[in-house]
Structures are given as C-alpha cells and as structure tokens.
C-alpha cells in the first residue's frame, strides 16, 4: 500500500482526519505511517486543512483519563 494521493483536493480543502491515521503518525510506525505522509506534509506546508473527528479526541482522552495524567489530558480538552 503507497502514499495517498492527494492531487484531488483543491488549495485549503478541509479533511476529516480520523484516530489512526494519527495513531501511526505519532507512534512512528512507519510501514503504516508512511501512507498518511503526504496530509501531514500537505498540512505543515499550509495547503491542507484537517479537522480531527470527535471520536479521536475520545480515543486520545482515554489513555490520559485511564492513568491520571492531567496534564496530558488538560492538552486535548484546552487545546
């Protein structure tokens, strides 16, 4: 499986991005990572928006909330 192809989308286009495309990115586990790469290059290069979907906050609060971590989960909740 290559990198998406993200020729479609015109300049600015907002992208819903879902729990494992960032799960793979921020875990580095490139053999699945390396798929997604062209949003994150596309988004720090300012050429593509992304919203996060309520589900991955969810997810991303669950570790934090489960340990007690509130710094951590202060981060998700007042980003």
């Known amino acids: 499986m290559g990198p998406l192809d993200l020729s479609g989308p015109g300049p600015r286009a907002l992208s819903l991005l879902d729990t494992d495309p960032n799960a793979y990115w921020f875990d580095g586990k490139r053999t699945l990572s390396d798929r997604f790469r ?6 720090a290069a300012g ?3 992304f919203a996060i979907t309520t589900m991955m906050i969810a997810e991303a609060l669950a570790g934090p909330l ?4 509130e710094a951590l989960t202060a981060l998700w909740r007042d980003p």
Do not use: I, Y
């Not at 489960?66 to 971590?69: E, I, K, Q």
């Open 47 to 49: 050429e593509l928006q």
């Open 38 to 43: 062209p949003v994150f290059e596309k988004h």
């Open 66 to 69: 489960r340990v007690g971590d």
